[in-house]
């Protein structure tokens, strides 16, 4: 598809377990973002990539998050040892320039956590 | 730092009326971008709109145009002719030249009555 792709679309989990997100950017996207949806709230940025610089993590909210970017597309969360205020939609985005002012990002549809 | 502000928690508006959903910002960059995002039930974020701050006029997609006023610092959305379909959470957001974050406002859900 054209779109950004997210995986899995939910993800049911027990507390302490590890968890890992897919995303899949708009093909030839450079940036690529993660951020954070708690129930009836707004967005949480979490991490950016932009080609191959270092991410800057500074939305991270605890080391047990982390994120990877392979081959500069696919993008991986990861949460470890779990927390139910985890529990969240996280969103990932991409966007095809540089980093401009008018750099608009695509999101793709989410996943849903929940952690029991 | 900046910041976007929307004060509108929710809004009801009557099927093919017009409505405006508010937002202000706050940002010492004389060069930002402004953006409107419609998140429906399904949750996926749709782009809507675009506003550069040097942008001498009021940028208009279809049925959405936002009226912006940079003194005020305020990128209002009008969408005109409501339809049931836009039945959703409006995100107002905006980023700073130079930087990557996009920060998003607390959103404004729309509720379109037939």
């Known amino acids: 598809g054209a779109g950004v792709s997210q995986s899995p679309s939910n993800k049911v989990t027990e507390k302490g377990k590890d968890v890992e997100l897919r995303c899949d950017p708009i093909s030839g996207h450079t940036a690529l973002y993660w951020y954070r949806q708690s129930l009836g709230q707004g967005l949480e940025f979490l991490i950016y990539?932009?080609?191959?610089?270092?991410?800057?993590k500074s939305g991270l909210p605890s080391d047990r998050f982390s994120a990877e970017r392979t081959g500069g597309s696919v993008s991986t969360l990861t949460i470890q040892r779990t927390q139910q205020e985890d529990s969240a939609v996280y969103l990932c985005?991409?966007?095809?320039?540089?980093?401009?002012?008018?750099?608009?990002?695509?999101f793709g549809p989410g996943t849903r956590l929940t952690v029991l | 730092a900046q910041k976007i502000t929307q004060t509108q928690p929710g809004m009801f508006v009557q099927e093919k009326e017009a409505v405006t959903l508010d937002c202000t910002y706050d940002t010492s960059d004389p060069s930002y971008g402004l953006f409107w995002y419609k998140q429906p039930s399904s949750g996926e974020m749709i782009f809507l709109i675009y506003?550069?701050?040097?942008?001498?006029q009021n940028a208009t997609e279809g049925r959405y145009s936002l009226n912006f006023q940079k003194a005020r610092k305020s990128a209002n959305l009008v969408i005109s002719a409501s339809q049931l379909g836009d039945s959703a959470m409006y995100f107002c957001a905006m980023r700073e030249d130079g930087g990557f974050k996009t920060i998003f406002g607390a959103g404004t859900r729309l509720f379109v009555k037939a």
């Open positions: 506003q550069g701050s040097y942008d001498q």
């Open positions: 990539f932009q080609g191959n610089s270092a991410p800057d």
């Open positions: 985005a991409s966007s095809g320039t540089s980093g401009g002012v008018g750099d608009t990002q695509y």
